[in-house]
């Protein structure tokens, strides 16, 4: 089966394509089928059963013994049709680097020392995005506006007298499911200072951007998804339109925004790691078992050298054959399909 695109969201080739292959009809390629597929898009290669089977493992996310429609959009990612080879292209994902996160209203000690980090680095991936925790005035993770009684919650007995980092329930509406929202200081509001990057991130003109938390019922933290899946912030397009494969992550906070971020880009296919050293968290104790959830979720976390290092071999690998990629990625490790509540903050636990 394999991700959490629906059918909607899968190019028109990628279908026709799947459809080709699926003899039996049964919404599966199971392995004679994807023998045959694998046989027409790298001609003139004797695949051995084995090499069929690799690629299965590779890109069976899942674990189904087939390859679904989501897992084929997959790997269409890697492949080019031109050259009918394969080919890893990178993105540094720059989350929420922005000033109140670093010396405003919801300041994180010292993080403003990850900035030089990713400026070293930054110019070695293919392309960069930045991501923008961007909220209206009045939003429901804000502590001010759910006193003021601006926040649909179950516990409207607390309005007035409720506290930075408490948690309440937000009650479900048109938008959203019944869900448990964390409470922060008023931060990253649309078009002030707060929501600036620091003054010392590189930006380019031709970096990519993807604003998050936009709507005021409903929060954020992945740079991919609100927080109930209920709305895309195009992340997954834009990368997919640039032609990416491997997702790198930086930036703040490493046990919400970066965790959830990350997560939700292996759930969409993406390879993805985790850059500990050009993160900051918001509690050193959630450090730990955030590093266990992203690596259960075969999520790497890597150092800014290593990082470096491996983006450098990739660039000057190029397109690869078939055998030689499925080398390449013999020891990533696959996200299972994602519970909502494990992209949630650990700060903000489903009850």
Known sequence: MGGCCSQSTIPRHTASIFQQYDANGNGQLETSELAAFLRDAF???DLSNKQVDDFMNEFDADKSGTIGLNEL?????????SSKTMRRKTALLVIDVQNDFISGTLAVQTSEGIVPTINQMRDQFDCVVISYDWH??????FVESANAGKVAMKETESVGKL????????????????HPQMLYPRHAVQNTWGGECHKDLVVKPEDMSVYKGKKANIDSYSA????????????????EDAGVTDVYCCGLVFDICVKSSALHGAEMGFRVSVIEDACKPLSESEVLPTKKVLNEAGVRVLSSAQ???????LAAAGNIALGDFIHQVANHKHAAI????????SHCPAP
């Open 338 to 345: 994602l519970h909502r509540a494990e992209s949630l903050s």
């Open 163 to 178: 506290k930075a980092f408490t948690q309440v329930t937000l009650l479900g509406d048109a938008d959203r499911a019944e």
């Open 307 to 313: 990082a470096t290092e491996e983006v450098k071999q």
């Open 73 to 81: 959009h997959a790997f269409l990612r890697f492949y080019d049709s």
């Open 224 to 239: 991919f998804f609100d927080n109930c899946k209920a709305n895309d912030t195009g992340l997954t397009k834009q990368l």
């Open 136 to 141: 209206p005035h009045e939003h429901c993770s």
């Open 43 to 45: 001609p003139g290669k």
